[in-house]
């Protein structure tokens, strides 16, 4: 995390240092992310030793989603940017296999439940330039989400899950790389971290920028 946010400082620093003696390359573009999210320490079973369920137990805490964003090139070094993320569904299930009179097997989901989120964002990002083609970026932002959490609860001999609602307004950091093809089309890989439900949520994103 301190590294992170050092890189962060480091290219901002660069960015705004060179933006005083730049003002061109003024545009507006428009994006969509490929994103891979992971969720530090979600626990969809709390206080339950699931080891001992006599059902299967499964559980995923990353998972793919995508974000479409738009936003106003300042010149070079410095933009503005707001988007529109479906974070990646992390979930869980207990299931148990159920044999017919005919000896067909299926199988059975007893219980089940997810973490799953939308969020909206506003974000400043520098953008140091290595060459004509290749950047770096930093970005840091304000995220705005909405979380449902559904988990277990009870005892192994009586489950059941429990739905949580919940919202609120994170900070959000990021890093990354990108290389534009021509003046129209670029590409950018970032690795970006926040919180959502007192979660520590990290990104990895895909992104190609369209410049209109």
């Known amino acids: 995390m301190k590294l992170l946010r050092t890189s962060i400082i480091a290219v901002l620093g660069l960015s705004i240092f060179s933006a005083v003696a730049a003002d061109r390359?003024?545009?507006?573009?428009?994006?969509?992310?490929?994103?891979?999210?992971?969720?530090?320490?979600?626990n969809f079973s709390p206080g339950i030793d699931v080891s001992?369920?006599?059902?299967?137990?499964?559980?995923s805490t990353s998972e793919s989603g995508w974000r479409g964003f738009i936003g106003y090139q300042f010149?070079?070094?410095?933009a503005i940017e707001a988007g529109v993320?479906?974070?990646?569904?992390?979930?869980?299930?207990i299931t148990e296999e159920v044999t017919d009179a005919n000896g067909k097997s299926t199988l059975n989901t007893l219980h089940s439940g997810s973490f799953k989120t939308i969020a909206g964002?506003?974000?400043?990002?520098a953008t140091y330039p290595i060459n004509d083609n290749l950047f770096l970026k930093a970005q840091v932002g304000a995220l705005l989400w909405g979380n449902e959490f559904t988990s277990l609860t009870g005892t192994l001999d009586?489950?059941?899950?429990?739905?949580?609602?919940?919202?609120?307004a994170s900070l959000l950091t990021g890093v990354g790389i990108g290389y534009g093809f021509n003046n129209v089309f670029a590409i950018t890989f970032d690795f970006e971290q926040t919180e959502i439900a007192e979660i520590t949520t990290q990104n990895l994103a895909l992104s190609l920028l369209v410049r209109f």
């Open 75 to 78: 010149n070079r070094y410095m």
């Open 25 to 42: 390359n003024q545009f507006t573009y428009t994006g969509l992310s490929y994103q891979h999210h992971s969720y530090d320490n979600l």
């Open 85 to 93: 993320t479906s974070f990646g569904k992390a979930s869980f299930s």
């Open 52 to 59: 001992e369920l006599a059902s299967q137990y499964n559980d």
């Open 121 to 125: 964002d506003v974000r400043a990002i």
């Open 158 to 168: 009586d489950l059941s899950t429990v739905k949580q609602t919940d919202h609120g």
